[in-house]
């Protein structure tokens, strides 16, 4: 992955060309840090949770869910429950995809659906419940229409009747 960019979002043309045939809403793509390894020399679990995140925010960002700017207006993004699958370990300097997408979602929750690809195999899977909250967290914000239509629009999850 030498000439694609790290931490930008890649194009449909750009997922296809690192071996993601069906592209996502959201790709990133990353290298294994030195600072990431464990005593055993292959990826801390905890840094799989960081990266997830990493592509979740730039996520939350391009759907248009927050900005991260303006805690007075913007939900609060609750992770309401989360399951993680660590299916093959990683080792120093390997380069990286983290995938992103919604695959569902309800009045105020969605579920998203992460995966971390590198050399051609997934190495660890993320889905995840978030509950978007009012402002100063009285309850439970509905998703805004626009977002929705990321949704159905971007992300294909089909409208709920």
Same mark, same amino acid.
């Given at each position: 992955?030498?000439?694609?960019?790290?931490?930008? =979002?890649?194009?449909?043309?750009?997922?296809?060309?690192?071996?993601?045939?069906?592209? !996502?809403?959201?790709?990133?793509?990353?290298?294994?840090?030195?600072?990431?390894?464990? =005593?055993?020399?292959?990826?801390?679990?905890?840094?799989?949770?960081? !990266?997830?995140?990493?592509?979740?925010?730039?996520?939350?960002?391009?759907?248009?869910?927050?900005?991260?700017?303006?805690?007075?207006?913007?939900?609060?993004?609750?992770?309401?429950? &989360?399951?993680?699958? !660590?299916?093959?370990?990683?080792?120093?300097?390997?380069?990286?995809?983290?995938?992103?997408?919604?695959?569902?979602?309800?009045?105020?929750?969605?579920?998203?659906?992460? *995966?971390?690809?590198?050399? &051609?195999?997934?190495?660890?899977?993320?889905?995840?419940?978030?509950?978007?909250?009012?402002?100063?967290?009285?309850?439970?914000?509905?998703? =805004?229409?626009?977002?929705? *239509?990321?949704?159905?629009?971007?992300?294909?999850?089909?409208?709920?009747?």
């Amino acid at each position: 992955m030498t000439d694609i960019p790290y931490l930008t =979002p890649l194009s449909p043309d750009q997922q296809r060309a690192i071996g993601v045939t069906e592209p !996502w809403p959201l790709a990133l793509a990353d290298r294994v840090r030195f600072a990431e390894l464990d =005593p055993l020399n292959h990826v801390n679990n905890v840094a799989y949770l960081i !990266w997830f995140e990493t592509a979740r925010v730039t996520y939350f960002k391009r759907v248009g869910i927050s900005t991260y700017a303006d805690n007075a207006v913007e939900p609060r993004i609750v992770i309401r429950r &989360g399951e993680i699958d !660590w299916l093959q370990e990683m080792r120093a300097d390997e380069d990286y995809v983290i995938l992103t997408r919604a695959v569902d979602y309800r009045t105020s929750s969605f579920t998203l659906q992460q *995966e971390i690809r590198a050399g &051609g195999t997934v190495r660890a899977t993320f889905t995840c419940v978030i509950v978007l909250l009012q402002p100063d967290g009285s309850g439970r914000m509905p998703i =805004p229409p626009h977002v929705l *239509e990321v949704f159905h629009r971007i992300d294909g999850v089909e409208k709920r009747t």
